[in-house]
T-cell receptor, first 114, second 115 residues
Framework: AQTVTQSQPEMSVQEAETVTLSCTYD???????LFWYKQPPSRQMILVIR????KQQNATENRFSVNFQKAAKSFSLKISDSQLGDAAMYFC???????????WGAGTKLIIKP | DTGVSQNPRHKITKRGQNVTFRCDPI?????LYWYRQTLGQGPEFLTY????????KSRLLSDRFSAERPKGSFSTLEIQRTEQGDSAMYLC?????????????FGDGTRLSIL
């Protein structure tokens, strides 16, 4: 069965510093897609960044980047220059072309300290 | 792009009542998904549509749950004879068809509370 694990229920970081959120997954598929979504309190789920498993290059979107280690089945999110607006629940999610549903981790609550 | 719209935002009902939620996807999107999210957890997949066809249903979707997308545009999710365990946030998402790398865009959700 495909599963996604986020082992950090909560993380905190000082404003302007860097934080890394971890995610591991289990799959027997060779082609799949990984996503990080952000869910601010009482607000909608927003896509932060995505990675195709066939791509070796790590995805980057402005201050957000991933460290994708396919052999280790690890997909961590690095947030640089943390801002107060980054405070939210962050969810790691997985899907494949054979099954369009997203499989989600339990989430990590990110707290930004001013 | 007006985004995914869900109504109502909040629904409070007594146990045993029927409830219906509506989702209006982004107009260009062929696929529409329903998820359920309980407090402190990640979303769980319920079902998804490609145009008007319901292509997959989770085992979580018991006989009391039914979803429709009659004209391939908006969708409704109905829960009959609600139970305490149905209390959750119900999320709708939509995406373009194609590979699974197409990102899903989410609405604000409908929060259901069962008294």
């Amino acid at each position: 069965a495909q599963t996604v694990t986020q082992s950090q229920p909560e993380m905190s970081v000082q404003e302007a510093e860097t934080v890394t959120l971890s995610c591991t997954y289990d799959t027997s598929e060779s082609d799949y897609y990984l996503f990080w979504y952000k869910q601010p309190p009482s607000r909608q789920m927003i896509l932060v960044i995505r990675q195709e498993a066939y791509k070796q290059q790590n995805a980057t979107e402005n201050r957000f980047s991933v460290n994708f280690q396919k052999a280790a089945k690890s997909f961590s999110l690095k947030i640089s220059d943390s801002q107060l607006g980054d405070a939210a629940m962050y969810f790691c999610a997985y899907t494949t072309d054979s099954n369009y549903q997203l499989i989600w981790g339990a989430g990590t609550k990110l707290i930004i300290k001013p | 792009d007006t985004g995914v719209s869900q109504n109502p935002r909040h629904k409070i009902t007594k146990r045993g009542q029927n409830v219906t939620f509506r989702c209006d996807p982004i107009s260009e999107h062929n696929r529409l998904y329903w998820y359920r999210q309980t407090l402190g957890q990640g979303p769980e997949f319920l079902t998804y549509f490609q145009n008007e066809a319901q292509l997959e249903k989770s085992r979580l979707l018991s006989d009391r749950f039914s979803a429709e997308r009659p004209k391939g545009s908006f969708s409704t999710l109905e829960i009959q004879r609600t139970e305490q365990g149905d209390s959750a946030m119900y999320l709708c998402a939509s995406s373009f068809s194609g590979g699974s790398n197409q990102p899903q865009h989410f609405g604000d959700g409908t929060r259901l509370s069962i008294l």
